[in-house]
């Protein structure tokens, strides 16, 4: 756990950080009657998308922006082979070539909904783009902007290892929460020069934080670990970025679009773009 002295020093960082828990159930490709499809037409092909019915506010938001029309003619402005492709930048539409994006956004940001690992960076998922944590510690998703997970394969040995920060990243996390809740004692603990009693607080949130986390040593199900081997993802993106639903057809079109040709901002040269989107009915 922190020093003392680090303790105190990341007070000034703590606002607005959540613990996350680690919801232990797994049930990626099932579907719902509250789920929604959408059809995206691109330059390159069709891609059918599902939403997922359990992270609401991402679907009905997406829903929303496809009935108004604001992803008609929109580009993939950022593509990365082997890591994703990223659309919903407003402002690309009529973009002259050569123009960096990925700074439009509606005006407003969609509050988080993790659910890791129920919904993970498993190859096609689509996930909400956002702002970094220095701005946006609460992890809030742009209002239009989402990317699609090509991702790679990893080894047994490389999740393992990914486990584990992840494991360690979810008990900072939590001991920093218990650290905000107790801001006033600490400072005043500060104000006073009571090492001994900042020492004794520090022992405390770190014997809780031990106590709260105590059955999160596995993150990875069976069948995340044989997605994110056999498959491939993203899975140092997990818990994240919000992951609200996945390509049901038409993951060869996404290979075709992460293998364009692109500059030093990760545009492609030749734009690529969504001709339309529409909300599909339920029987289709």
């Not at 891609?47 to 359990?54: K, M």
């Given at each position: 756990?922190r020093s003392l002295t680090?303790?105190?020093i990341?007070?000034?960082v703590?606002?607005?950080?959540k613990?996350q828990?680690?919801d232990k159930?797994m049930?990626?490709?099932?579907?719902?009657?509250?789920d929604v499809?959408?059809?995206?037409k691109t330059?390159?092909?069709?891609?059918?998308i599902l939403?997922?019915?359990?992270t609401?506010r991402?679907?009905?938001n997406?829903v929303?922006?496809?009935?108004e029309?604001n992803?008609?003619?929109v580009l993939?402005?950022?593509?990365?082979?082997?890591?994703?492709?990223?659309?919903g930048d407003?402002?690309?539409?009529?973009?002259p070539k050569g123009?960096?994006?990925?700074?439009g956004?509606?005006?407003?940001?969609i509050?988080?909904?993790?659910?890791?690992?129920t919904?993970y960076?498993?190859?096609?998922?689509?996930?909400?783009?956002r702002q970094?944590?220095?701005?946006n510690p609460?992890?809030?998703?742009?209002?239009?902007?989402?990317?699609?997970?090509t991702g790679?394969k990893?080894?047994?040995?490389?999740?393992d290892?990914?486990e584990h920060?992840a494991?360690?990243?979810?008990?900072?996390?939590?001991?920093?929460s218990?650290?905000?809740?107790?801001?006033d004692?600490?400072?005043?603990?500060?104000?006073?020069?009571?090492a001994?009693?900042?020492?004794?607080?520090?022992?405390k949130?770190a014997?809780?934080?031990?106590?709260?986390t105590?059955?999160?040593?596995?993150i990875?199900t069976?069948?995340?670990r044989?997605?994110?081997?056999?498959?491939?993802?993203?899975?140092?993106?997990d818990?994240?970025?919000t992951?609200?639903?996945r390509?049901i057809s038409?993951?060869?079109?996404?290979?075709?679009?992460?293998?364009?040709?692109t500059?030093?901002?990760d545009?492609p040269?030749?734009?690529?773009?969504i001709?339309s989107?529409?909300?599909?009915?339920?029987?289709?």
């Amino acid at each position: 756990m922190r020093s003392l002295t680090t303790l105190i020093i990341a007070l000034s960082v703590l606002f607005g950080l959540k613990a996350q828990s680690i919801d232990k159930n797994m049930d990626n490709n099932s579907s719902n009657a509250d789920d929604v499809k959408v059809l995206l037409k691109t330059s390159l092909g069709d891609i059918t998308i599902l939403l997922y019915g359990d992270t609401p506010r991402h679907r009905d938001n997406f829903v929303k922006l496809v009935k108004e029309g604001n992803y008609d003619g929109v580009l993939f402005h950022r593509v990365i082979n082997d890591f994703m492709v990223q659309t919903g930048d407003p402002t690309s539409k009529n973009a002259p070539k050569g123009k960096m994006l990925g700074d439009g956004d509606m005006p407003y940001e969609i509050d988080a909904e993790f659910l890791f690992p129920t919904h993970y960076h498993h190859r096609g998922a689509i996930a909400a783009a956002r702002q970094g944590d220095n701005v946006n510690p609460e992890k809030k998703s742009s209002g239009s902007q989402f990317y699609i997970v090509t991702g790679k394969k990893f080894t047994a040995g490389q999740l393992d290892s990914m486990e584990h920060q992840a494991v360690m990243r979810h008990k900072q996390e939590v001991f920093d929460s218990l650290a905000k809740q107790n801001r006033d004692s600490i400072m005043s603990l500060r104000r006073n020069r009571d090492a001994a009693g900042l020492q004794a607080l520090q022992e405390k949130l770190a014997a809780e934080t031990e106590k709260l986390t105590a059955n999160d040593s596995v993150i990875y199900t069976p069948e995340i670990r044989e997605a994110y081997m056999n498959e491939g993802g993203t899975p140092h993106l997990d818990g994240s970025y919000t992951v609200f639903g996945r390509v049901i057809s038409g993951m060869d079109v996404v290979d075709k679009i992460q293998k364009a040709e692109t500059d030093g901002n990760d545009r492609p040269l030749e734009d690529i773009r969504i001709i339309s989107a529409t909300v599909l009915p339920d029987d289709k």
